[in-house]
């Protein structure tokens, strides 16, 4: 019920009074509600439930976990190379 | 696709897998909140790639799981009305009432859709001005915004065919509840990361120090569970309880300021059972007086619900994190997700269901051990 899946905005229109958007996600494409989004723009990564965006993805954040995990692996590594040599 | 691959990325895992295991020195249980986190966790079998002493029980966030056999029985009441067409998300239709589930009554002539978002229902009450549409809205803090939605929108259009049947509800009094019950085994919390995208976690800071508790919001991906975790397991070993954030990308602080707007302005807290669980102060959330007119238990006076749960299904033990489903006697035997006796076996949140189809029968547990020494 809460899985909310990343889709990116491919249109934003208005639909009666609600903002809203065809979003693709992997190839599938659905609409999706950016009502209380209003900065939303095409291009950007929004995660959607049930027919509604929560929130606009920032990819900076994500590229920056990333780097975090790569380090932790290479922590890890390093630390590992050290016992060797102990 | 885009922010999922990535987060899926094996040798990560095995970094973080092995970072963990230098970290624990000691037992530790964690509640994971949310049922979606429970199935991904039981998907990518992160149970058995976690240290033994690591163990990860499985909260109550599971909106089909958790909603009151009374509203269930309720609902199919309302359904069962000629002049109603019930519409729902898909999951609510197998969850077994007192005596039947709206799949059921749907069976028996009753008129019931499967929408995939509450905007749907509306355009069917625009279509069907001669019918009452009913929406059965269940949902934590992440489904709120779009249930709301379809009211106010409902109302802008001056749709007066249309009406809510209310269970939704919150976490932080769930979280209250599990830590401040007497059996509690929980020592820390993976906060829900898309409850979080709407609500951000400014609720949270005053949870985790009132019971010492760390809270880490966490997403969804193998990596994102495994950092929460780590997250989690770093302040237990360091004696701290502070709210931290492991889902980034989605989630900031103050959550998504507009959708929290949409919610006060049209819902107020309100005391709510929790099925299984039995009643839990202000965990639920109520149409506000303005919007009475788009309330069905207001529209439809349903009374003489009398419920009858099944004897057997102990899903409030597992809900509370107080037993898992394996323990249950009548798992994978008299219950399946065929024939359902509770509504943790139903849904594609419940723990239950997660057991069943990821096979965590009783000996794989006890295996736990000795698998966990392959990675
Ligand atoms: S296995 Fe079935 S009967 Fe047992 S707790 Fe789960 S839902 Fe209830």
Same mark, same amino acid.
């Given at each position: 019920m809460c899985l909310a899946v990343p889709g990116k905005i491919i249109q934003i229109y208005m639909r009666d009074t609600m903002r809203m958007c065809k979003a693709d996600f992997g190839g599938i494409t659905r609409e999706a509600c950016?009502?209380?989004?209003?900065?939303a723009k095409e291009g950007d990564y929004i995660i959607v439930h049930a027919g509604f965006a929560l929130n606009i993805l920032s990819p900076e954040e994500a590229e920056a976990t990333l780097q975090a995990l790569e380090e932790l692996s290479s922590l890890e590594e390093q630390i590992r190379s050290e016992d060797a040599l102990s | 696709m885009r922010y999922t691959?990535?987060?899926?990325?094996k040798t990560l895992i095995q970094g973080i897998l092995k970072e963990i295991r230098r970290t624990v020195s000691q037992r530790w249980v964690i509640m994971e909140i949310c049922g979606g986190q429970t199935h991904a966790i039981l998907r990518y079998g992160l149970d058995q790639l976690l240290p033994p002493e690591v163990e990860l029980v499985h909260g109550p966030g599971c909106p089909v799981c958790v909603t009151p056999l009374e509203l269930v029985d309720k609902a199919i009441s309302i359904a069962t009305l000629p002049e109603v067409i019930f519409t729902s998300y898909?999951?609510?239709?197998?969850?077994?009432?007192?005596?039947?589930?709206l799949f059921s009554a749907r069976g028996a002539g009753a008129q019931v859709k499967v929408v995939y978002s509450p905007l749907d229902a509306v355009e069917i009450a625009k279509n069907n001005p001669d019918k009452q549409v009913v929406f059965f809205?269940?949902?934590?803090e992440t489904t709120a915004p779009a249930n709301v939605s379809s009211v106010l929108q409902a109302k802008a259009l001056g749709i007066k065919n249309y009406s809510i049947l209310s269970s939704m509800v919150r976490v932080p009094p769930a979280m209250h509840a599990i830590l401040g019950a007497p059996h509690n085994r929980v020592q820390g919390f993976l906060a829900a990361g898309h409850v979080c995208t709407v609500m951000?976690?400014?609720?949270y800071p005053p949870i985790a120090e009132q019971y010492h508790v760390p809270i880490t919001v966490t997403g969804f991906e193998p990596l994102d569970l495994l950092q929460g975790i780590y997250m989690t397991l770093q302040q237990l070993e360091a004696g701290q309880y502070q709210t931290q954030n492991a889902y980034t990308r989605a989630v %900031?602080? $103050?959550?998504n300021r507009s959708a929290q707007a949409l919610i006060t302005q049209t819902l107020e807290p309100c005391d709510r059972q929790w099925r299984g669980i039995g009643l839990i102060p202000m965990s639920g959330w109520k149409l506000r007086e303005e919007y009475r007119d788009f309330d069905a238990e207001h529209r439809f006076r349903v009374s003489h619900i009398q419920t009858k749960e099944s004897e057997v299904c102990i899903s409030g033990l597992i809900l509370q994190g107080i037993?898992?489903?394996?323990?249950?006697?009548?798992?994978?035997?008299?219950? %399946?997700? $065929?024939?359902?006796?509770?509504a943790t076996m139903v849904s594609s949140e419940g723990a239950c269901s997660a057991y069943f189809r990821y096979s965590r029968d009783q000996e794989d547990i006890q295996d736990h051990a000795t698998r966990s020494e392959r990675f």
């Open positions: 950016i009502e209380t989004l209003p900065e | 691959s990535e987060f899926r990325d898909g999951d609510m239709l197998r969850v077994p009432g007192s005596s039947q589930d809205a269940i949902g934590f951000g976690y400014w609720e %900031t602080y $103050e959550g037993k898992k489903p394996n323990q249950c006697p009548a798992f994978r035997t008299l219950c %399946t997700p $065929e024939n359902p006796l509770g």
